[in-house]
């Protein structure tokens, strides 16, 4: 369903710690979105190269409906949230900056709990959405099932069946740990099921395409139902 005659649904948050520098952009409608604002944390006085925004990376797609640039230092991190962020259709700009000489685990929490900061805050007043969503999602061998609701009751429940202990240079445990925290700050009950495919990584993009086409369907807008509460509580 079209979101145009409405506002569009922005937010962008910003995340430090002494383990991670995090900025993003986030737009649930997808659309341009300006370059992420300049920040000394990122704009030449950090020793870990970044690229500049407007560089075409491997997580990057411009096109006329959606704005992609995306990086981690975490090249398969990056991989799973543009695929993401592609199939939900959203704009997304983000950009972090980790302790990856210690491992990926902070980098790939953080960013996961900053991206689900600014699902909430983009989101606004849970009304008016069709708060459930659910899909199942292939990649050849691969098939994953992901269910959401917009509860304000953050839940996750995950199986993956990952085989190695890294997919790239991503530890294959932080999938699980990094939905998780996207959960907890999104404020969702999210679960997440592989339920068949031989290769992890498969297993995982098809995991996180489902994701997308869920949080798709369950954060559309309701024609009609406009400011109403999706909850016999009257209160999500």
Not at 196 to 209: I, L, Q, V, W, Y
Request: aromatic share 8%; glycine share 8%.
């Amino acid at each position: 369903m079209s979101s145009s005659p409405h506002t569009v649904r922005k937010a962008f948050i910003t995340r430090n710690t002494k383990e991670t520098k995090i900025q993003l952009s986030l737009s649930l409608d997808g659309g341009p979105l300006d370059l992420l604002e300049p920040s000394p944390e990122f704009d030449g006085s950090s020793q870990i190269s970044i690229p500049a925004q407007d560089a075409d990376t491997h997580a990057s797609q411009i096109t006329a409906t959606q704005h992609i640039w995306i990086w981690t230092g975490v090249g398969f991190l990056d991989h799973m949230l543009h695929a993401l962020a592609k199939h939900a259709g959203w704009s997304l700009r983000l950009r972090s900056k980790g302790d990856l000489l210690i491992d990926d685990h902070h980098t790939t929490e953080d960013t996961f709990l900053a991206l689900g900061s600014a699902f909430t805050k983009a989101l606004g007043p849970r009304t008016g959405i069709a708060r459930f969503g659910y899909a199942y999602a292939p990649l050849d061998e691969a098939l994953s099932r992901a269910v959401i609701d917009i509860s304000s009751r953050p839940f996750f429940v995950g199986e993956f069946g990952f085989t190695g202990s890294m997919i790239g240079t991503l530890n294959s445990q932080m999938i699980h740990h990094g939905l998780a925290s996207w959960a907890q700050t999104a404020n969702v009950t999210l679960h997440v099921d592989v339920l068949r495919g031989t290769n992890d990584h498969h297993r995982a993009e098809s995991a996180f395409k489902a994701l997308a086409v869920a949080c798709k369907i369950a954060a559309a807008r309701v024609e009609g139902k406009e400011g109403e509460v999706g909850s016999t509580k009257g209160v999500l």
